[in-house]
């Protein structure tokens, strides 16, 4: 849906909505993520109970260009599809995140795979990669 829209490219015909950018040709990996306006920090930031402030284990991923909140990953590693067989990998932690972004994120199947083919769920998954291989490469 177009209110779910922040940002995003297209190759060859804009998106029903005509949000985004509109390109001829397929760009790089690295040239759609900036053209997109994906090229932002994701961290993780402890959460609290609202009630009374206590910390709990779970981290929310947030946007680090304005502090957006865009979700929560940590039960799906510690039990997402497949979590039995990667528990406590880098490849655990990658699975999850991809299940978040193709199960969880977004409200609706159309969104989520919008987003995660062409939007920001291909940057959160493409970040996601690329952290697990620089802790991989420094183990």
């Given at each position: 849906m177009a209110h779910e829209f922040e940002s995003g490219l297209f190759v060859g015909e804009p998106a029903w909505h005509r949000l985004g950018v509109v390109l001829e040709q397929p760009p790089s990996?690295?040239?759609?993520?900036?053209?997109?306006g994906l090229d932002?920090?994701?961290?993780?930031?402890?959460?609290?109970?609202?009630?009374?402030?206590?910390?709990?284990?779970h981290r929310a991923t947030v946007r680090g260009s304005d502090n957006a909140i865009l979700g929560?990953?940590?039960?799906?590693?510690?039990?997402?599809?497949?979590?039995?067989?990667?528990?406590?990998?880098?490849?655990?932690?990658?699975?999850a995140v991809t299940e978040y972004i193709t199960h969880e994120r977004g409200r609706s199947d159309d969104a989520r795979v919008e987003s995660a083919w062409f939007g920001e769920g291909a940057r959160l998954a493409r970040r996601a990669l690329d952290v697990g291989l620089e802790f991989a490469r420094a183990a």
């Open positions: 990996i690295d040239d759609a993520i900036r053209l997109a932002w920090e994701v961290r993780l930031a402890p959460l609290a109970l609202a009630e009374d402030g206590r910390a709990v284990s929560n990953v940590v039960p799906l590693f510690e039990g997402g599809r497949g979590a039995e067989l990667s528990r406590g990998t880098l490849w655990g932690a990658y699975n």
